[in-house]
């Protein structure tokens, strides 16, 4: 599972990398700013992207977490119909062995 | 296994490698930004949940009305396989949703049938593990029901008041995103049939399994 959670980060990395670089996934935004004014009063649409950094969303944990599951379900789906595969087939040599021996054990 | 498993394995693995970064290069759409980047996940996923259904819906016809077991086994795999690729379609839309619409969920018609879809296979599954004698047709009937419900969530978007994405938002895409996102849903078809093929060798075993122990009881 531990090499499942890394491969799910080391796969996401690209993604969100480029973001990073831009500054635009709203990561540590809220740290280096200095206490923003109060909003002012609005009784008109405006867009989420012209919304104050604190009031956006940040998009980077839900796309790592989005790519981190998919990764991880894909693997231990895998893992899950490998070790079943494995397993029924142990069996089915025991038994086979045992019928060509003559015995049950 | 079949003797191109293992090669189609590798090159299965190799393009799904690739898959983050191919879609890292392509630009970010104009509205939703970086977030819309799920969506070459989230289709390609969403099309493998609803081909699975369909795959188990048509075995479990041909099971019903011509009896093979053999394509028993094909529409047990499937099912397992739509409950995964629903699962992934579940999750990761409603993580897109959250930023794109303010809400993880709404109850809107393509949601919520691929929800009940889903639940559909889930029944399946439930019906032959603790169905007992006989669950094998009683799930069949269900996968049937299973695969009515897709062309219903296929078309949903187009005939419903819907804030979800139309299907005619996939031919419209800027030639990199298209590419981007083909090359995704060729990656998850191949994961498909790689997974298919080896859950249905998980029934051929177990049915060798079954046969062996009745031969040692003869």
Known sequence: MRVAVLLALLFTTPLIAPAFAAGSTGFGVAGQ????????????????????????????????????????????????????????????????????????? | MPKWFMPFAGLT??????SPFVIASVRYESTM?????????HMPSASMFLLSAVVC????????????????RLAYAAAELTVLFGAITLVTGPLWARKAWGVWWTWDVRLTASLMGWMVAWAYLLVRKYGG????????????FGMANVPF???????????HPKTSVVPTLP??????????????LMLFTLLLRLRVRLEEQRAKLDALYLSLDE
């Not at chain 1, 893992?79 to 595969?85: D, G």
């Open chain 2, 153 to 163: 969530v296929y078309i949903s978007v187009n005939y419903w008041r819907t804030i």
């Open chain 2, 175 to 188: 030639a990199d995103m298209g590419m981007a996102l083909w090359f995704s849903f060729v990656c998850f």
């Open chain 1, 33 to 105: 700013q200095q206490q923003p004014e109060p909003p002012k009063p609005t009784d008109e649409f405006v867009p989420i992207s012209q919304l104050p950094a604190q009031d956006q969303l940040p998009a980077a944990p839900l796309l790592v977490t989005a790519y981190a599951f998919v990764w991880l379900a894909l693997f231990g789906y895998l893992v899950s119909v490998s070790r079943r595969l494995s397993k029924v087939q142990r069996e089915v040599e025991r038994l086979e062995s045992d019928i060509a021996k003559g015995t049950r054990t």
């Open chain 2, 33 to 41: 930004g970086l977030v819309q980047k799920i969506f070459y996940y």
């Open chain 2, 133 to 144: 004698p006989g669950s094998d047709k009683l799930a069949a009937g269900l996968a049937l």
């Open chain 2, 13 to 18: 693995a190799v393009m799904f490698a690739a």
């Open chain 2, 57 to 72: 819906g048509l075995a479990s016809a041909r099971y019903l009305f011509k009896g093979s077991p053999r394509q028993d």
